[in-house]
């Protein structure tokens, strides 16, 4: 009888072994790497622009301020 019981408790022993070594952990730890972008801000010196309003007649001077605002919008244009 006792042959009986110990072979019950050995099938036992073994099958809860082997239940064991099968079972996976309930939380696995999983990395995932992806490429992201991380933007540096970075001090932007726009491009020097010359303005002359040394013009001989009024119109000449309106015109060449115009013209210098329009080329300090273009250089403002590189540092967006």
Avoid: H, W
């Avoid at 622009?49 to 080329?71: F, H, P, W």
């Amino acid at each position: 009888m006792s042959a009986k019981i110990l072979k019950t408790c050995l099938i036992l022993f073994v099958a809860a072994g082997f239940s064991g070594c099968a079972c996976t952990p309930v939380e696995t730890v999983r990395y995932v790497d992806r490429p992201y972008e991380v933007k540096v801000p970075v001090a932007c010196t726009p491009p020097p622009v010359a303005c002359d309003a040394n013009q001989s007649t009024y119109t000449g001077v309106i015109k060449e301020m115009r013209l210098c605002i329009e080329r300090y919008k273009e250089a403002a244009e590189v540092c967006k």
